[in-house]
T-cell receptor
Framework: GQQLNQSPQSMFIQEGEDVSMNCTSS?????WLWYKQDPGEGPVLLIA?????ELTSNGRLTAQFGITRKDSFLNISASIPSDVGIYFC???????????FGKGTSLLVTP | NAGVTQTPKFRVLKTGQSMTLLCAQD?????MYWYRQDPGMGLRLIHY???????AKGEVPDGYNVSRLKKQNFLLGLESAAPSQTSVYFC????????????????FGPGTRLTVT
């Protein structure tokens, strides 16, 4: 499968700071998904994007589907300690197809 | 709804032993998937199923077999475990015929942590 390039690999920030991470691919996707994984748990869906240029928010999280359909970014505003975890981007070409995952961004937030 | 459940949560096998991982979903999803996750990696697809009685190979299918005899269950089998199969295995499901608005979104189980010695 197509491996996505996700950056940064890790982030260490203070509570209250904003966070930005992105994902790029050499192939186009029709859907971009962002997941969060807590230690010992499965990935949990945060935001789904279905249209190029789409900007979608979920609370303090905002994600955008790149116009070229080859990239996406996720922003977290005013981070809090419970934002700690690994964030994965995933691209999908068609409904039902497998997801192509990035390697994840590990986020640590200090109080 | 329990969502996606996996059993067992943990397992230790010796090289050459066999085992079956069970995934169950109660969301009436058509599609089900098995992924493995290794340290520092994203998830990689092992096998998937687009409906009861159908299965297909994913990115890393070697050493695994699957079956989907019932719509709500998807089984992953290791016939002869190898240390390279030490990993965390995740099951996911998606796509409800009556809810096309969410047909791209996959929902994951809590994972099975397998160690092969």
């Amino acid at each position: 499968g197509q491996q996505l390039n996700q950056s940064p690999q890790s982030m260490f920030i203070q509570e209250g700071e904003d966070v930005s991470m992105n994902c790029t691919s050499s192939s186009i996707f029709n859907t971009w998904l962002w997941y969060k994984q807590d230690p010992g748990e499965g990935p949990v869906l945060l935001i789904a994007l279905y249209k190029a240029g789409e900007l979608t928010s979920n609370g303090r999280l905002t994600a955008q589907f790149g116009i070229t359909r080859k990239d996406s970014f996720l922003n977290i505003s005013a981070s809090i300690p419970s934002d700690v975890g690994i964030y994965f981007c995933a691209g999908q070409l068609h409904s039902g197809y497998a997801l192509n995952f990035g390697k994840g961004t590990s986020l640590l937030v200090t109080p | 709804n329990a969502g996606v459940t996996q059993t067992p949560k943990f397992r230790v096998l010796k090289t050459g032993q066999s085992m079956t991982l069970l995934c169950a979903q109660d969301m009436n999803h058509e599609y089900m998937y098995w992924y493995r996750q290794d340290p520092g990696m994203g998830l990689r697809l092992i096998h998937y199923s687009v409906g009861e009685g159908t299965t297909a190979k994913g990115e890393v299918p070697d050493g695994y077999n699957v079956s989907r005899l019932k719509k709500q269950n998807f089984l992953l089998g290791l016939e002869s475990a190898a240390p390279s199969q030490t990993s965390v295995y995740f099951c996911a499901s998606s796509y409800t015929l009556l809810d096309l608005s969410q047909n791209y979104e996959q929902y994951f189980g809590p994972g099975t942590r397998l160690t092969v010695t």
